[in-house]
């Protein structure tokens, strides 16, 4: 089975207003994680990762957080804007497996004007 | 100048026929990937190649062929096209430290 997932399929958010994205994971032994970003017709698109071994990472608008007692990490963005709306995806990389990237299963976000 | 080109950006086809879907990158990454996207926009790993050596080979039908003839290119062929084949096609390439980068895709429609 899939060691990624997402909670919630779709996000509708009001344009200024914060979005928190969610996702949970389940094999230890991965060695970061990546958010990502993909817009219509697009691929995905690097937006922030964190290390296994760290709590918080912050970006421009960005900061995604990682609770590995629970195998969960959510993605923050701040003062969401028209241009955030999207499918994002968490991903894991496990070096051992050959850096294999492994996706979960994506949120859409709409920001309402 | 696009990091990560894959051609054509759309293709349709009949069942049965084959086809290929090709991609180049120019950021001197080592190591190539395949990945598919079906219609509930769920990504999965395909193929990957380092210096075109195959290194993943996830449990994909043998009628998909990956070749790389240089670690600049891996293009996917595939064989006896099937109704279920119908999705997007993503080219990555990835440095290690470096993050994997995304071609803008391939939708293949398979009628």
């Known amino acids: 089975g899939e060691s990624v997932g997402l909670h919630l399929p779709t996000l509708s958010v009001q344009e200024g207003d914060n979005s928190i994205i969610n996702c949970a994971y389940s094999?230890?032994?991965?060695?970061?994680f990546i958010w990502y970003k993909q817009e219509s017709g697009k691929g995905p698109q690097f937006i922030i990762d964190i290390r296994s071994n760290m709590d918080k990472r912050q970006g421009q608008r960005v900061t995604v957080l990682l609770n590995k007692t629970v195998k969960h990490l959510s993605l923050q963005i701040a003062a969401t804007q028209p241009g955030d709306s999207a499918v994002y995806f968490c991903?894991?990389?496990?070096?051992?497996?050959?850096?294999?990237?492994?996706f979960g299963g994506g949120t859409r976000v709409l920001v309402k004007p | 100048d696009t990091a990560v080109s894959q051609t054509p950006k759309y293709l349709v086809t009949q069942m049965g026929n084959d086809k290929s879907i090709k991609c180049e990158q120019n950021l001197g990454h080592d190591t190539m990937y395949w990945y598919k996207q079906d219609s509930k926009k769920f990504l999965k790993i395909m193929f990957s190649?380092?210096?075109?050596?195959?290194?993943i080979n996830e449990t994909v039908p043998n009628r998909f062929s990956p070749k790389s003839p240089d670690k600049a290119h891996l293009n996917l062929h595939i064989n006896s096209l099937e109704l279920g084949d119908s999705a997007v096609y993503f080219c990555?390439?990835?440095?290690?430290?470096?993050?994997?980068?995304f071609g803008s895709g391939t939708r293949l429609t398979v009628v």
């Open positions: 991903a894991e990389i496990i070096k051992a497996a050959g850096n294999k990237l492994t």
């Open positions: 190649y380092n210096n075109k050596e195959l290194i």
């Open positions: 990555a390439s990835s440095r290690p430290n470096d993050g994997y980068t």
């Open positions: 094999n230890s032994a991965s060695d970061y």
